[in-house]
């Protein structure tokens, strides 16, 4: 039997290539090697260190994701929507698909604001001595409050005074939050006020009237007197979201305030919430605060 007929023989093959009968190049594996050798270095160089996966970042989300998430539409149609030109993110119109933002910004769907966020709602009923406000390095602030009631990136709704108490809305929903800011409708709030003195039956007067400060008219909804107690002790409903319009009514007239509470937001009560706790809205609670 010649070397080149058997596969029995000793020794590993050499890899070299030999003619057969015919004179054809074969390979002593007996597989045909079209005139070309991997013996000598030839053989395909495989790559060791292939690219690695380029990884995510956990802060960002796809556009499309974001947008259906927000519960707009599903993702299939987002991408739609995206294609066509309806959606910016940050001022900017994107069409490409896959793009990635991340939760701070500001995306819109057809002009109006979206969020891919659970909506939340919480009611807290403010002790004194907290910052109403959603920066660090101010002391003990609201969210400091209201840290464990959601995950969601709630914010509140207008402000009370570090010293003042009551009644603060926090939410991530847009919408409710317009329409604390409506100019003509808005939310009404109920405060209950304590002066530095008694106020003058003809200065509530004036305040229920509305007057003009430096050309500006300022006016209220309803003040009144409180039943059973001081005329020092006042309720005051006003649509503004901030406190800072109460101090200035009240100094315009002299007065001092001693104490401010907000005991309402609409129709929303202190009741079963104790002084520094939080609850959320139920749904009823939302829809007869959304019917405002």
């Known amino acids: ?21 015919n004179g054809k190049n074969v390979n002593r594996g007996g597989s045909a090697s079209k005139g070309k050798s991997f013996a000598r270095g030839n053989a395909p160089i495989r790559n060791v260190n292939p690219p690695s996966k380029r990884t995510s970042n956990p802060d960002e989300i796809r556009l499309n994701k ?3 998430n927000s519960g707009m539409c599903s993702r299939r149609e987002a991408d739609v929507h995206i294609a066509t030109g309806l959606v910016t993110v940050n001022g900017k119109v994107i069409t490409e698909m896959g793009y990635k933002v991340k939760l701070e910004d500001e995306v819109r769907y057809d002009g109006a604001r979206i969020n891919p966020e659970k909506k939340a709602y919480v009611l807290l ?16 602030t609201v969210m400091d409050l209201v840290a464990n ?3 969601s990136r709630i914010k509140p709704i207008g402000r ?30 109920l405060f209950q006020i304590e002066l ?33 107690e001081a005329k020092n002790q006042i309720g005051l409903k006003i649509k503004n979201i901030g406190n800072t ?20 937001i609409g129709p929303l009560t202190k009741k079963d919430i104790p002084r520094g706790h939080w609850k959320h809205l139920t749904e009823q609670e939302l829809n007869n605060l959304k019917m405002l």
């Open 245 to 264: 319009l109460i101090r200035t009514i009240f100094d315009h007239f002299k007065y001092e305030i001693v104490s401010l509470d907000c005991v309402a």
């Open 66 to 68: 974001y947008v259906a």
């Open 160 to 189: 009370l005074g570090r010293n003042s108490k009551g009644l603060l809305l926090f939410t991530n929903d847009d919408v409710i939050a317009a329409k604390f800011t409506n100019s003509k409708n808005g939310v009404p709030r």
């Open 125 to 140: 009923n403010k002790p004194k001595g907290f910052a109403t406000t959603t920066s660090e390095g101010k002391g003990r």
């Open 1 to 21: 039997m010649s070397r080149t007929q058997g596969t029995s023989g000793k020794g590993k093959p050499s890899g070299r290539s030999q003619q057969n009968g």
């Open 149 to 151: 009631a959601t995950t």
């Open 196 to 228: 530095d003195k008694n106020l003058k039956l003809e200065d509530l007067k004036a305040i229920q009237a509305g007057f003009k400060l430096e050309g500006k008219l300022i006016a209220v909804e309803e003040i009144s007197y409180i039943d059973g």
